[in-house]
């Protein structure tokens, strides 16, 4: 009951990180519309659009990648899933959650500590804008935290169907 309520939360912790960046992309596009037009329509340009795009694409693809995971959204190489059948193909797929919580959790402290490390020594962006770099820095570990967490999910659950394919076999 308890693992129900956390892979449920877990979930909706996903998809509430899907949402955020649903949102920035749509501030992305309107951002870098606008540039365009004032460009062609006052010939100027803004200080912040061209730096800040760059940051938000980064925040959309680290918030949005645990959601991504969840449903099977992600580049695959499904050429050794689709030779597979069975609990064979669960395994396999189970590994592969293994390593993508593993990868997700390394990215997640590296970028975690570089964050860190920004703010720690004031860092800013050697821009006119100047931005604090630990602001978009800190969506990149939330967004590695929330991946490893679906990977877990997507690991479990797999496993779960092994053992549950193993027991329907021996009854």
């Excluded at 500590?113 to 962006?125: G, K, R, V």
């Amino acid at each position: 009951m308890i693992i129900k309520i956390i892979d449920s939360a877990f979930g909706k912790v996903g998809d509430l990180c899907f949402k955020i960046s649903q949102i920035i992309t749509v501030f992305l596009v309107i951002s870098i519309t606008w540039e365009v037009a004032n460009r062609f329509l006052f010939s100027s340009s803004s200080v912040w659009v061209s730096e800040v795009s760059g940051y938000l694409v980064s925040s959309i693809l680290f918030l949005a990648a645990g959601r991504v995971y969840r449903e099977g959204g992600h580049v695959s190489m499904s050429i050794f899933v689709d030779m597979l059948s069975g609990s064979p193909k669960l395994v396999f797929m189970a590994l592969v959650d293994l390593l993508v919580l593993i990868l997700a959790l390394v990215v997640g402290y590296a970028t975690y500590d570089m964050a860190l490390l920004s703010y720690q020594l004031n860092w800013q962006s050697s821009t006119t804008l100047g931005m604090p770099l630990y602001i978009p820095q800190m969506l990149m570990p939330i967004g590695s935290v929330v991946l490893a967490f679906e990977a877990l999910r997507q690991c479990l659950r797999n496993i779960s169907r092994v053992v549950n394919t193993g027991q329907g076999e021996a009854a």
